[in-house]
């Protein structure tokens, strides 16, 4: 093989094997394949693909093959077994190639232990989304655009008495008439059900067949200005109802009996109206605080996860570090004795000197020499390395920030790029055109988030290898922090869509659709807002602008 194809096997990404049916040994292998399985490259070759692929239908497989029934594999899921023990999830192709007379069998591997940390992530974040939904008080419906039903509390199926029946047909038409039909106002409630795209926010009264009040509100589902869907909140009023109810016939008959209190009844009235009043109000704020503390919660858990990751590491690090220090001064005293030995030489016999000369040159002292001080140092500077992405994982540990903070965003971003450094180095080259931006107030580590997700998805937009280019400016009264790809760029159909929750371009189990989302409310949280250029073939550029002055905060 010449050099430049082996170049060009050891720059690839996925792990490559190429296998002799006849005896099962791998007659090659590239650097990624030897770096992620722990071997030399010399150690694959001649080694039994089945000590790789050890499982037993991996086994199996390998015995067909050195029958001479060979069959080729697309996208199958496996196991790869490490130098170190360590089984590693891979999804494997296995192809024949021909190479002369000889046909060989080419193994394809990539590492999936990352996807299904990323599918797990997912699981955990839509199930805290469910949790919060069941704890509210009241029953949800929420219908998207085409008027689905895209989810439904409990409480509110217990309320409306869904069965589990018509729950498990999963006929939303079926589902939706039964409510309309349960209530005396099935017209009014079939039209509110209807009115997804409505823009107004909606009250009603709603009287179940059963003798139950409902109080039934509805409002637009918004992503950015664009209506998504409408999210129906129902609150069973029927005690609050007849109380109301039982106080106006006792105001009536008090009426008729005492007619002088007539005007302490309506004041007292008035004053229920009021407290009313004051209770929405309350409700509110109620809210809102709920709201920030959920919030403030996930981005808690982050932090902590964070934090627990950089701990972890910081431990080994410093008895690396300092095992190293202790080794290069044990290799610098050996170095000394050896050129004490060496000195030494000149008095032994020619016969002594002989096997000396012969082993010095079988083990290439010189280059010995020069070698060891060199992968010591290269040691240590891979630790100082280790040491700087430790401390930036501390740095995001902090995204539960309350309050901003002063700080340069310029620093953040290179904080950032930092962190996802192993993410772009084999997709793209970064090109920095810093302005000098001044400190500004902010929440630094929620804006080092949205870096990161920008940062992510210029790599993932990369076909083969690209530029990313990172550019600062500012004006009068804002600042402005530009992520430019030369990636495939972004269809103009899905430009409207890129912020909606959960949309997302790639394929199945590679994106969440949540990145640009998160994004986009935490410059808003900012009063800030995102731009966005696209040409398909040519790449995206994102602009997240950010006022210079922190709006003030409204009054208590």
């Known amino acids: 093989m010449s050099d430049w194809a082996q170049l060009m096997l050891d720059h690839c990404q996925q792990l490559m094997l190429l296998v002799d049916p006849a005896t099962l040994e791998i007659v090659q292998a590239n650097e990624t394949a030897a770096q992620t399985l722990g071997y030399g490259v010399e150690q694959l070759r001649g080694m039994p693909i089945t000590d790789i692929e050890s499982a037993l239908q991996d086994v199996f497989y390998w015995e067909e093959v050195r029958s001479g029934l060979p069959q080729e594999v697309r996208g199958q899921d496996g196991e790869y077994r490490c130098a170190s023990g360590d089984m590693l999830s891979v999804s494997k192709t296995i192809q024949r190639v021909s190479s002369g007379d000889a046909t060989l069998l080419l193994v394809q591997a990539t590492v999936t232990q990352q996807e299904r940390q990323m599918q797990d992530a997912l699981a955990r974040t839509l199930s805290q989304l469910r949790a919060t939904l069941e704890s509210t008080g009241n029953g949800i419906l929420v ?7 895209d989810g439904m509390n409990q409480l509110f199926g217990k309320m409306w008495g869904v069965s589990q029946e018509l729950l498990q047909a999963q006929d939303d038409a079926a589902l939706l008439a039964f409510i ?55 609150l069973d009023i029927t005690e609050r109802v007849r109380s109301e109810q039982a106080l ?46 959920l919030q403030s919660e996930r981005m808690a858990s982050i932090g902590q996860l964070a934090a627990g990751v950089a701990h972890e590491i910081n431990n080994p690090v410093g008895f690396v570090n300092s095992n190293l220090g202790s080794l290069q001064h044990y290799v610098s005293d050996m170095l000394r004795l050896l050129a004490a030995y060496e000195k030494a030489e000149a008095g032994l016999a020619e016969e002594s ?6 082993l010095k040159q079988s083990v290439d002292v010189a280059f010995l020499r020069e070698d060891v001080s060199s992968l010591l140092a290269e040691s240590q500077d891979g630790l100082k390395r280790v040491t700087r992405i430790v401390q930036d994982l501390k740095d995001f540990s902090h995204v539960d920030e309350a309050e901003r903070q002063w700080a340069d965003l310029e620093a953040g971003l290179e904080s950032t790029l930092r962190v996802v450094a192993n993410e772009i180095k084999y997709k793209a080259d970064v090109v920095k055109e810093y302005a000098g931006l001044p400190q ?41 922090v530009e992520v430019q790809d030369t990636g495939k760029g972004i269809k ?16 199945v189990g590679q994106g969440t659709g949540l990145g640009l989302s998160l994004s986009y409310g935490i410059v808003q949280k900012h009063d800030g807002h995102i731009e966005v250029a696209s040409e398909l073939g040519k790449g995206t550029t994102f602009r997240v602008v950010l006022p210079k002055k922190a709006a003030p905060k409204p009054a208590a």
């Open 248 to 293: 106006r016939e006792s105001r009536d008959l008090l009426e008729v009996r005492v007619q002088e209190r007539t005007a302490a009844l309506a004041a007292a009235n008035e004053t229920l109206q009021a407290e009313k009043a004051q209770q929405a109000v309350l409700i509110g704020r109620l809210e809102q605080a709920q709201n920030q503390l």
């Open 143 to 149: 219908l998207n655009w085409q008027g689905r039903i």
């Open 180 to 234: 309309a039909r349960s209530v005396q106002e099935a017209d009014l409630l079939r039209a509110r059900l209807s009115a997804v795209m409505d823009a107004r926010e909606t009250q009603d009264l709603l009287h179940h067949q059963d003798g139950r009040v409902f109080e039934l509100s509805s409002r637009a589902q918004y992503l950015g200005e664009q209506i998504v869907g409408r999210v129906f909140g129902c």
């Open 353 to 358: 000197l002989a096997p000396l000369r012969e």
């Open 440 to 480: 500004m107030e902010c929440f630094p580590f929620q804006l080092n988030q949205v870096f990161m997700n920008l940062l992510v998805n210029a790599s993932h937009a990369i076909e083969g290898h690209g530029t990313i280019t990172l550019r600062t400016g500012q004006d009068d009264s804002a600042v402005w």
């Open 492 to 507: 103009p159909e899905h430009l409207k869509r890129i912020f909606e929750p959960f949309f997302t371009t790639k394929p």
